[in-house]
């Protein structure tokens, strides 16, 4: 029995390679293919002494190709962030994002294992925003998405109204921000502390809940006052 020589064979083994007259049990091993690409070989029968030959061919598929990713759900706050996508494919493959605020890096690369870098800017409106990463190999007709979420600004003050006693008072609200603030009041009767998120440690984007502290002086008008 006679195979090919070249390396593109280096795949298969036979045992036994030879035999006499009767019926013989050829044994065929191939190894895994882990190839995006189908793979032949031809195998020779002879006999020199009769000059007669036959020829098998043999055809191992290719690697199913596939892309797959460690992470599909992502989520910056709002100054945004980098986070890394682990990457394992098969083939090549392409990143593109339907989003401006996201960057990837790099945008393509090969089979293996890689990582995209996913880079988000500043979100600076009040909405929540959403992006889709796409990876994908065209001519395979696959694709892996991504879903990329980023936090709105935020600021709530918990409470509109605030109503104190004739006598004076102190009172707290809470205040969720993942933003810096500042508070004023335009009556000199009422005190607040603190007066800005600045005398406070610093934010880092994510919702902190910080306690206003309000009070007033004693009230010695015969009318309500705001």
């Not at 006693?165 to 009172?171: A, E, Q, V």
């Not at 600045?198 to 705001?226: C, H, M």
Request: hydrophobic share 30%; with cysteine; proline share 4%.
């Amino acid at each position: 029995i006679q195979k090919p020589t070249s390396s593109k064979a280096n795949w298969i083994t036979i045992s036994p390679q030879s035999g006499k007259e009767g019926k013989t049990t050829i044994k065929i091993t191939v190894e895994k293919n882990t190839q995006s690409t189908q793979r032949n070989t031809t195998l020779k029968f002879y006999n020199s002494s009769y000059n007669i030959n036959k020829e098998v061919t043999i055809t191992q598929e290719k690697l199913s190709a596939y892309i797959t990713t460690d992470n599909t759900n992502i989520g910056f706050s709002r100054i945004g962030g980098t986070a890394d996508i682990k990457i394992s494919s098969s083939v090549s493959w392409e990143a593109n994002c339907d989003a401006d605020w996201v960057i990837l890096s790099p945008n393509s690369g090969n089979s293996g294992t890689s990582t995209l870098k996913v880079v988000t800017t500043d979100n600076k409106s009040t909405d929540f925003r959403k992006a889709i990463i796409t990876v994908s190999n065209r001519q395979e007709g696959i694709s892996k998405e991504i879903t990329v979420l980023q936090d709105p600004i935020y600021l709530d003050t918990g409470t509109v109204t605030i109503t104190l006693p004739i006598d004076g008072s102190m009172t707290t609200t809470i205040i969720d921000s993942n933003i810096p603030w500042e508070a004023n009041c335009n009556a000199d009767w009422v005190e607040i502390s603190p007066h800005s998120s600045s005398e406070l440690e610093g934010y880092e984007g994510s919702v902190r809940q910080t306690e206003l502290n309000i009070s007033a002086s004693p009230n010695t008008n015969s009318y309500e006052r705001t």
